[in-house]
């Protein structure tokens, strides 16, 4: 047996381990403590939201108002998005009223936020008024635990104290099916269905079928004894996986949807006319082609609000299609040089779109293409059309510019003061231009409109 020990702690190290251990246990229940306080004063501030909603006229609008409102006041001063802040005030206002025994554990430092999370997550599939037994049971199956061991205990102990049946709480499931986009690196990104296991399955299984058509018929060979790959064309040397996904892409881009409402009499619909719009921002080289040179491989196209994509990408983009809008810009200093010559009748709206990228809400990232250019000045009320009473609003900002007591005005050079309803300031800038890499030999000087009010014109057209 061996009976020698590898790692040997001096005394003195054993004592300080010791002393950060008794720092460990103290400070444990200390931060649970403050995140309790968090939490509450959170869910204090949907009680206000709760309080005065109930005082307006009530409709649904008006009270989602009066919360986004709320949110915003209290991201402000902890540097977050309102949208995130506002999830934060359900989860807190939910924590208070549904799970008081978890709280309690949280506060004393016996469970941390992770277990309170969890116990809220499996909780969320209970009925409201079914949580406390659930509550009172996680809280101690909590303690000692570690919050990924006791995750499971906790789904097990939320489904036994379910009263309904799994076909019931399915048909309910199935409201939250779902598609959404989440950015990759390398210009990649994930396309996320959440939908009823059958179709899911359904799917993958049609898209495993067509791809072993495809991978069947390219290893077969011709009728006239070649091989198939033989000729001209390019041998398809595709995985699975990247058949699966192309198929995929194909059909989603290209396909009609089989229930059309717009179907008229003759069976013409449009919803398959439908095509995909997505902006891009291309710088110029770009589009000559120069930026193949791997000590340039810095430049990139932007997909806008979203993510960069490659040079070659973009170019067939800017080549063949109408889907995609384009906007070359100065590679330097990143300028609009021009938009989409076929569509010029809205260029103002494009260099919009160029100097604001996303929504002008402190905070907010969602694209210029998902937003709606609102007057700061209200047309009705005199303001003009013009870049400089123009900026791009989401829809959920641009209602809230409407129906609560945030306010915003323009400072020049598209840089936008907010005031929230108690009177905190907030500045929001637009976006750095792109830049992205010198030309070799000096190139062409940027151009002449320097930063700061009054904006740069829109590029000529
Ligand atoms: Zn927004």
Redesign the pocket.
């Known amino acids: 047996m061996n009976t020698s020990r590898l790692i040997e702690f001096s005394d003195e190290d054993l004592a300080e381990l010791d002393e950060v251990a008794c720092a460990a246990e103290r400070i444990t229940p200390a931060l649970g403590a403050m995140e309790v306080e968090n939490v509450r004063n959170q869910a204090r501030a949907g009680a206000i939201a709760e309080r005065v909603s109930r005082r307006q006229s009530a409709s649904v609008r008006s009270q989602e108002m009066v919360y986004r409102s709320v949110a915003a006041e209290l991201a402000g001063v902890t540097f977050t998005t309102d ?1 995130s802040m506002q999830a934060q005030i359900t989860q807190a206002v939910e924590w208070v009223e549904c799970y008081p025994a978890t709280l309690a554990a949280w506060e004393a430092g016996r469970i941390t936020r992770g277990h309170a999370t969890a116990v809220l997550r499996c909780g969320t599939v209970l009925p409201r008024d079914g949580r406390a037994e659930f509550d009172a049971a996680a809280a101690e199956l909590c303690v000692g635990q570690s919050v990924g061991r006791v995750k499971d205990r906790l789904d097990h102990l939320a489904q036994e104290l379910h009263p309904r049946t799994l076909a019931e709480r399915h048909a309910k499931a199935r409201e939250e099916r779902r598609v959404s986009v989440t950015p990759l690196r390398d210009g990649m990104s994930e396309l996320v269905a959440t939908l009823p296991t059958l179709l899911a399955e359904g799917i993958s299984d049609r898209l495993n079928e067509q791809a072993s058509s495809i991978i069947d018929a390219r290893n077969a060979p011709r009728d006239d004894g070649a091989d198939a790959d033989a000729g001209d064309a390019e041998p398809d040397c595709r995985t699975r996986d990247q058949i699966r996904a192309d198929i995929l892409c194909d059909m989603l881009l290209t396909a009609s949807p089989l229930v059309d409402p717009t179907i008229d009499g003759d069976g013409n619909g449009t919803l398959g006319m439908i095509r995909a719009k997505v902006q891009v921002v291309v710088p110029a080289l770009t589009l000559l082609g120069k930026d193949d040179d791997p000590a340039n491989d810095t430049t990139t196209a932007d997909l806008v609000g979203s993510a960069p994509i490659d040079p070659s990408t973009a170019r067939a983009l800017a080549g063949v299609t109408a889907s995609w809008e384009r906007l070359v810009v100065h590679p330097v200093s990143g300028q609009v040089l021009c938009t989409d010559s076929y569509r010029r009748t809205a260029s103002m709206a494009r260099f919009l779109k160029a100097r604001d990228r ?4 402190p ?4 694209p210029a293409i998902r ?1 709606e250019l609102d007057h700061t000045i209200d047309f009705a009320l005199g303001g003009p059309t013009d870049i400089r009473n123009l900026c791009h ?6 209602s ?1 510019k409407q129906f609560t007591s945030w306010g915003v005005r323009q400072l020049g050079g598209g840089v936008l003061e907010w005031t929230s309803p108690t009177g905190r300031i907030y500045i929001d800038h637009p976006p750095a231009p792109l830049v992205r890499f010198m030309p070799s030999g000096g190139g062409a000087p940027p151009p002449d409109e320097g930063g700061g009010a009054p904006p740069p014109k829109p590029a000529p057209f």
């Open positions: 949208r996303h929504c002008r809400f905070g907010c990232r969602r937003c609003l989401c829809q959920r900002h641009h809230m």
